[in-house]
């Protein structure tokens, strides 16, 4: 699924599910950071291995903010049932100063909620028209409406990861209510967007957050860019060297990488399998991606976000990435596909089906730089 994710003290990208393992940078080593609750799909499934190498991070979450995609327990009532969620407001009663891409604030009577998705247009932009699946690049502050309390924001600091976020408008991959909010909407906007439970983190909500079963979600969202992102690596295949692993292609997509028969190589490899003719990636770019990986020593899956998560968006060459794959992708024009053999050391913690000695082969297909 699309969500973010903390990868120590850098600001996160968007999240590779839990099928991302091994992808990012302190993935298991427990480094601090903070997650972003902003548009994670609270229901979405995250497939793959079970081990624990396969979750994307296990940094904690910073207080006041939810992981990424987990639901969560919403607090119970003395009652033990939730109190009904509350849809008392209108938007039009928001108030909301600041300038674009800078921190907002919002002036409304809490508790506040409404019981449709609602928006309005703070700013209007005058670029292309936001449609539904496009990679969204954004600058985004969310605030509960029940307590007024800021609990992420891609602009405000305390939150560790200041910087404009890209996520595709994608049902399934975020919550419905922020793909409601900024499709329709034009590059250059800045908007309000109040989401009912129902179109947000339902009914568990997400106690990290602090947000419960029955609240609403305001977020300023200022809409940056949008693009279509490639569905697959498009370009010029290029013949691998005969020691690298073979990777099994279906309908254009990579679906298995097979065990490979010698000893793994001492030290990185690159290899390009698709050379693409778009945009090359330069340090700092974020970068949408869709990634298998499997462990040279067994030819066992450990990642796979064609099957799980979809394409994400990921920050290169600062840091978030294994070292292997920061090095690799700079450079590399999008549409490509590229075979990364990280050996030790990768960067993360050995857990599960991954040990400090193995060597991980990754295939990456690069379909968008924002």
């Not at 602009?155 to 994608?170: M, T």
């Not at 919550?175 to 034009?186: S, Y």
């Not at 800045?190 to 179109?199: E, G, M, T």
């Not at 370009?235 to 309908?251: D, Q």
Request: glycine share 12%; hydrophobic share 45%.
């Amino acid at each position: 699924m699309l969500r973010r994710l903390p990868t120590g003290s850098s600001r996160p990208a968007l999240v590779l599910a839990a099928a991302g393992a091994l992808v990012l940078a302190g993935c298991g080593s427990g480094n601090s950071g903070s997650t972003s609750t902003a548009p994670a799909n609270p229901t979405a499934s995250a497939s793959g291995s079970s081990a624990p190498a396969a979750s994307v991070s296990s940094a904690p979450a910073a207080s006041g903010s939810a992981a990424p995609g987990t639901s969560g327990s919403a607090a119970p009532s003395a009652s033990g049932s939730p109190a009904p969620a509350v849809t008392n407001g209108k938007i039009a009663d928001v108030a909301v100063t600041g300038a674009r891409n800078k921190l907002p604030a919002l002036k409304f009577t809490a508790p506040f909620g409404v019981a449709e998705t609602v928006v309005k247009t703070l700013v209007a932009g005058t670029g292309p028209v936001v449609q539904k699946n496009q990679l969204a690049t954004v600058n985004y502050t969310g605030v509960n409406g029940r307590t007024a309390k800021e609990f992420d924001s891609s602009v405000d600091p305390q939150f560790k990861h200041v910087g404009a976020a890209s996520f595709q408008l994608k049902d399934g991959a975020l919550v419905p209510g922020f793909i409601k909010g900024l499709v329709g909407q034009k590059v250059g906007s800045r908007v309000l967007v109040a989401i009912p439970p129902k179109d947000g983190y339902g009914p568990t909500g997400s106690a990290q957050a602090g947000i419960t079963a029955t609240d609403t979600l305001l977020f300023v969202v200022d809409i940056n860019g949008a693009q279509t992102p490639l569905t697959k690596a498009e370009g010029a295949a290029v013949t691998p060297a005969a020691n690298l692993p073979k990777v099994t292609v279906a309908n254009g997509i990579p679906t298995a990488i097979a065990k490979p028969a010698g000893a793994a190589p001492k030290a990185p490899v690159t290899q390009v399998l698709v050379r693409g003719t778009g945009k090359k990636v330069a340090k700092g770019d974020s970068v949408s991606i869709q990634a298998l990986a499997a462990v040279w020593r067994t030819g066992k899956l450990v990642t796979n976000t064609w099957q799980s998560g979809g394409a994400q968006s990921i920050v290169v060459g600062n840091g978030q990435l294994i070292p292997a794959a920061d090095k690799a992708l700079l450079g590399q024009p999008i549409g490509s596909r590229v075979m990364v053999v990280a050996t030790p050391p990768l960067g993360i913690q050995a857990s599960g089906d991954v040990t400090a000695q193995d060597s991980v082969v990754f295939v990456f297909d690069l379909l968008a730089v924002s």
